[in-house]
């Protein structure tokens, strides 16, 4: 069984920023997806502390911003930069040794980054959809949605 999401009405948030103008993205929402992504990061460092040992996974993860003018380049990644950040998130099967065939047993999946982003993308979606309500711009009347299946 694996997870997924879908989001809604992605499609009218976009028409109503396009409507709303570029400065209401470079005034409101610019700095509510610079939070939001800060936030995120901060979040999935203060889980991965919770398996610390070296720090290594905490201190690589790292928030990359687009720059630009436009409500359509909007964009703030969050990553990390961790060599064994994937095997911690997603674990590993059970390992043998070619030679011996002696068991080095298995990593469990630690499910840390993308439930968090899940989270605070809803959040950052509820937080615009709110924003753009707040302008009143006529035909939109949201929600985008987040929902996890």
Do not use: C
């Not at 959040?123 to 996890?148: M, T």
């Amino acid at each position: 069984m694996s997870a997924s999401f879908t989001l809604d009405g992605i499609n009218d948030l976009r028409t109503a920023l396009l409507a709303a103008g570029p400065e209401f993205a470079d005034q409101r929402l610019r700095p509510l997806l610079r939070q939001h992504a800060h936030s995120l990061a901060g979040d999935v460092r203060q889980q991965y502390g919770r398996h610390n040992r070296t720090g290594n996974l905490a201190n690589h993860i790292v928030v990359d911003e687009q720059a630009g003018n436009s409500a359509t380049l909007l964009r703030s990644r969050v990553r990390s930069t961790a060599r064994h950040a994937y095997i911690f998130e997603y674990g590993t099967a059970v390992r043998r040794t070619n030679t011996t065939k002696a068991n080095r047993g298995v990593m469990p999946a630690a499910n840390v980054f993308v439930p968090s982003a899940i989270r605070w993308r809803a959040r950052l979606y509820e937080d615009a959809r709110q924003a753009l309500q707040r302008l009143r711009i006529r035909g939109f009347d949201g929600p985008p949605d987040v929902k996890v299946t």
